[in-house]
């Protein structure tokens, strides 16, 4: 038996004497042209021209990679709402059965409080980072951590004399800006000086309905940003010297399990009520994202490309007839149709049934 050399890529490919020992596009093509037998030229015949087959596309690698990124990041968060819904709907249950019987604790509402915290705790990770706190789904892009910062108001930035500000975000000199504040600035300058000073490093800018600048961040970068917030002024708005740090706080999130007790019949009330605000902002959520994956998939059924056909029933039967004979050519054929399988695109594919 000769072995031949052969591409990474699946296929049948040939060797001199034309037999199959694989599933190379050169087969594919060969098949689809029909220009060769299954012996090859016959002798003394003078070799055939190289003829210029189409090639074959393989559907997934054609598609547009953050059309991927989106069905995936959607489908990750309609598992982790999904989730996190069923684990308050049993909880909501047991605890309105625990209220009409009046009973006490038995450990088993600890239990499923402690489940439903860690599962609220593990969001970023398994939502794949596509849901901040407040279940707002960001899609592929990483979600943010939203905070406020003491002092950084409209009303204090907008009156005073012209100053200077430095703005230190996560130490380092490459963290430190500067924003120039002046008299007659309009609030939506000021704050577009804001974003336009603090964008570079990480974190965006824009203002509350009550007239609060409100900063975001990358949530993966929030602890490095949380503690390492400072401001050095001329002494109108900030005080001059060295950098003051300041203190950020973090926008509430929309469910706090910590906040969760079940010792008695009161705390079993308040909780409950809790847990059916968390459930219905847990379902909007999951209304909403399922909307995003509904569109994400009508968009990849119209963008799927035209994979060329032509020669695949040839193909498809010389590849059941090698896959069912025993020996090396079966091992080769089989290895070779599972080259670059992997989860993410069995997952791309079973979520657009």
Request: proline share 5%; hydrophobic share 35%.
């Amino acid at each position: 038996m000769q072995i031949i050399q052969r591409s990474s890529t699946a296929g049948i490919s040939k060797d001199t004497s034309g037999s199959t020992t694989g599933l190379d596009q050169a087969g594919l093509a060969g098949a689809a042209q029909g220009k060769t037998s299954a012996n090859g030229p016959a002798p003394g015949a003078p070799a055939a021209p190289p003829t210029q087959a189409a090639p074959v596309r393989r559907g997934l690698s054609n598609w547009d990679q953050p059309l991927q990124n989106d069905i995936s990041s959607a489908q990750q968060a309609v598992d982790f709402l999904e989730q996190t819904a069923a684990q308050l709907r049993s909880l909501k249950t047991d605890l309105a059965a625990k209220l009409a019987s009046r009973q006490m604790r038995d450990g088993q509402l600890e239990q499923q409080v402690r489940q439903f915290a860690d599962t609220w705790r593990n969001r970023r990770e398994v939502s794949g980072g596509s849901l901040d706190a407040q279940l707002k789904y960001s899609g592929s892009e990483p979600s943010s951590q939203r905070f406020t910062v003491r002092g950084m108001s409209l009303a204090n930035l907008r009156n005073g004399a012209r100053e200077t500000l430095a703005i230190s975000v996560g130490g380092g000199a490459q963290g430190l800006r500067s924003v120039h504040l002046s008299p007659g600035l309009s609030d939506k300058e000021i704050v577009n000086r804001f974003d336009q000073a603090l964008g570079p490093v990480g974190v965006r800018v824009s203002a509350n309905e009550n007239g609060d600048l409100v900063f975001a961040t990358d949530e993966a970068n929030w602890p490095g940003v949380r503690d390492a917030i400072a401001v050095q002024g001329s002494g109108i708005r900030f005080p001059t010297g060295q950098l003051s740090r300041l203190k950020a706080e973090p926008e509430q999130p929309a469910v706090m399990p910590e906040n969760w007790g079940v010792e008695d019949i009161e705390s079993m009330r308040d909780t409950l009520q809790q847990v059916m605000q968390a459930l219905s902002h847990v379902e909007q959520a999951l209304a909403k994202v399922r909307g995003e994956l509904n569109t994400a998939t009508q968009r990849a059924e119209r963008s799927m490309p035209d994979i060329e056909v032509a020669g695949v029933e040839d193909l498809a039967t010389r590849f059941a007839r090698i896959a069912n004979e025993p020996g090396y050519q079966s091992l080769l054929a089989l290895t070779s149709a599972l080259v670059g399988i992997n989860r993410d695109r069995v997952v791309s594919l079973l979520s657009l049934r």
